[in-house]
């Protein structure tokens, strides 16, 4: 939290890092490692101060490299940042270098300003209590990966499974999932940091959507969970349409997050 007070989606970001890898503050950067998970790309990354330029690509490069890894254990590049609320971003120059560019909305709401939306009264929602949650969420979360039987896509899952389950394991939270006859159709982490709670990868099954699942699940999530927290937060990719699903419930936009990330074989020879 010290380190972007301002940002929320960020510093819960790092305060989530914290408890599952290693983060340290560098005079120009924010370093995150996660060791024993090299192909996480979120896991493994610079934070910046500031909105990178195009000429600060060779030096961003370089010190990745020097603070984070290269190749073969680390083959890929990460950068995030905090946006401004209403700035436009372009990334073209990034882009050229094999780098995908995303901007997200970061969404805050008090418990108590949750608007009532439609639900779905065929889901049942509940942590999770047993292996076959998990085994379910695994292929539910690797068929929305570009890659989904790479062995590298495989272990990440297997990573943040293990992950979300000593966080669980220590009383930060909960995983929670939306069932319809016993089906896992969708699910999203909800963890407490430092009296703050965020909501981890909110997912709903591709056969299952435009049925209110996912309302129905955060709807219900947050009724469980109701005093632990006064802030709930939330992090969607602008160029998604899940911005608006919470935006409907109530969430509210306190600021943005950029990243920059280019993906193991995506470079560009200069």
């Given at each position: 939290m010290r380190h972007f007070p301002g940002n929320l989606g960020l510093a819960t970001d790092l305060l989530l890092h914290?408890?599952?890898?290693?983060?340290?503050?560098?005079?120009?950067?924010?370093?995150?490692?996660?060791?024993?998970?090299?192909?996480?790309?979120?896991?493994?990354?610079?934070?910046?101060?500031?909105?990178?330029?195009?000429?600060?690509?060779?030096?961003?490069e370089h010190d990745f490299g020097d603070l984070v890894g290269t190749p073969p254990l680390i083959a890929h590049r990460t950068f995030m940042w905090s946006e401004s609320a209403d700035s436009e971003v372009t990334f073209d120059a990034f882009v050229e270098q094999g780098y995908d560019a995303t901007v997200y909305r970061v969404l805050v709401a008090h418990p108590d300003e949750i608007i009532p939306v439609a639900t779905n009264p065929l889901v049942n929602v509940r942590p999770f209590t047993m292996q076959r949650d998990w085994d379910d969420w695994s292929r539910m979360q690797l068929a929305h990966t570009p890659n989904p039987t790479s062995i590298s896509s495989q272990r990440y899952m297997a990573h943040q499974q293990r992950a979300?389950?000593?966080?669980?394991?220590?009383?930060?939270?909960?995983?929670?999932?939306?069932?319809?006859?016993?089906?896992q159709v969708g699910s999203l982490?909800?963890?407490?940091?430092?009296?703050?709670?965020?909501?981890?990868?909110?997912?709903?099954?591709?056969?299952?959507?435009?049925?209110?699942?996912?309302?129905?699940?955060?709807?219900?999530?947050?009724?469980?969970?109701?005093?632990?927290?006064?802030?709930?937060?939330?992090?969607?990719?602008?160029?998604?349409?899940?911005?608006?699903?919470?935006?409907?419930?109530?969430?509210?936009?306190?600021g943005r997050l950029a990243s920059l990330c280019q993906e193991p074989g995506n470079a560009t020879a200069r």
């Open positions: 914290t408890d599952i890898g290693v983060v340290e503050s560098r005079d120009d950067y924010i370093v995150v490692r996660t060791p024993d998970a090299p192909e996480y790309f979120f896991g493994n990354m610079l934070v910046l101060r500031q909105r990178p330029s195009a000429s600060d690509l060779e030096l961003l979300y389950r000593s966080l669980i394991e220590r009383g930060r939270g909960n995983w929670w999932g939306a069932f319809i006859d016993n089906e982490g909800l963890f407490f940091l430092d009296g703050i709670g965020r909501f981890q990868s909110v997912i709903t099954g591709a056969q299952h959507r435009n049925r209110n699942v996912c309302r129905t699940l955060v709807t219900e999530v947050i009724r469980r969970v109701a005093g632990r927290s006064d802030r709930l937060v939330m992090v969607a990719d602008e160029s998604s349409h899940a911005g608006a699903i919470y935006k409907a419930m109530g969430f509210r936009q306190q």
